[in-house]
Structure formats: C-alpha cells, structure tokens
C-alpha cells in the first residue's frame, strides 16, 4: 500500500495528511545509471508526439510520450532496471510505466490530477526522474491553495498516493532559461480488464 523501504535515499515527506501524502526521495539511482538510463531511453524509444484540443482548437501535446506495459515480454532496456529500483523502494504492484520527455524548456506538462479510473486504489504513483532537473509545482484545488515548488532531480523519485490525486493538480510548468532534455518514468498500477466478469459457462454435469 505505498510504503516505501528506509533503505538507501532518505525520503522527504512534502505533506502526509488527510489530503494524501507526497514524497520526495532523492538518489534512488546513482547518477551515473541515471545519466546511462537517460541515453539508452532518449535514443532507442519511438517516442510519439501527439494532438489534444484546448478552447476547441487541436494543439500539439507539448513534449514526447511513449507506454509500456509491464508484463510486456519486450520491454526495453532499461524499463526492467528502473522499475527493480522502484520496486525497491515501493511496495506497490506497478503494471505500466508511462514515459515523457522534455526535449527543453518549451515542453511542459499542464497541471492535472492523474485520471483516477487508471489507478487502482490505494496505490501511488511513482515518478523516476532522469536527465535535467525540472521544477514540479503541486497545487491543492481548493483553499487555502497550498502550493509547492521542487526540484525532479535525476535519479530521484516522487511519490504521490492516491488520495492525494483527488486534492491536489501537479505539473511541470514552461522555463524561461534554457533547460536540457529530461526524461520521467511514470510508473502506475492500472486497473486490468476483469476477465472474472464474464459468467462462467455452465457446468454441463448439472445442465
Ligand atoms: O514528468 C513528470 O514528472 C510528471 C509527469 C506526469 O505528471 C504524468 O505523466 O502524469
Ligand atoms: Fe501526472
């Protein structure tokens, strides 16, 4: 349920209460795997641009994305790595890692909960951070607005627990100096098709 092993980065906990708990664990990969990672991924993933309408006009989505599944048998180096050291920090049964990239300081994220029908109750989020530093501003939807501004760090891992989706937007917002790429792995435990829905087939021994 999102707890997280005291092994290793010592986790800095933003918020923990009522409104969810958010947390901030810095070098859960040592920079030079993160460094290697972020080369490996920025070169070999057929990342994909994409449209989204905003005030009814289609926009470009303002960075590049990719998705796995992670039971995929061919998922790419070096998903299976990141996510054993995500594992390692968090209980969690992680099943698909989403992927941005930030090619500069043009690219954002806008703020947004993460969609609740794609995450299973009671299971965080996990952001794995590589390649250069972006700020993240978490906002609380209602008064008094919290805010918090921090810094992604390569290597580093946020977590957000679920309840903390229903309370609070995050974002990665447009810089004005001049930023490096950086690439987040979004890891989620996603709701899986129950196959157990469908009636069974009748017993023919009492048809
Ligand atoms: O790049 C990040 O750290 C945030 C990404 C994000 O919020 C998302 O993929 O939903
Ligand atoms: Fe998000």
């Known amino acids: 349920m999102g707890s997280f092993s005291l092994f290793g980065a010592t986790p800095q906990v933003l918020f923990d209460d009522a409104s969810g708990r958010v947390t901030y664990l810095p070098d859960v990969v040592p920079a030079a795997t993160a460094q ?15 449209r989204r309408m905003m005030y009814e006009r289609e926009v470009d989505v303002p960075r590049l994305r990719a998705h796995f599944d992670l039971d995929d048998p061919a998922l790419p180096a070096p998903l299976p790595e990141a996510l054993g050291a995500v594992r390692a920090m968090v209980d969690a049964p992680f099943t698909s890692v989403g992927l941005n990239l930030y090619r500069d300081e043009h690219d954002s994220v806008a703020p947004h909960n993460d969609k609740l029908e794609d995450l299973v109750r009671g299971h965080p989020i996990a952001l794995l951070s590589l390649g250069a530093t972006r700020e993240m501003v978490i906002r609380a939807k209602r008064p008094p607005r919290r805010v918090l501004h921090l810094d992604l760090a390569a290597g580093s891992l946020l977590l957000m627990d679920y309840a903390s989706q229903f309370h609070y937007d995050h974002g990665i917002p447009k810089q004005r100096a001049p930023m490096g790429p950086r690439i987040s792995l979004a890891f989620r435990v996603r709701p899986t098709l129950r196959m157990d829905e469908t009636p069974p087939p009748a017993d023919p021994g009492t048809a």
């Open 36 to 50: 290697a990672w972020f080369e490996q991924l920025f070169e070999g993933i057929a990342w994909r641009g994409g």
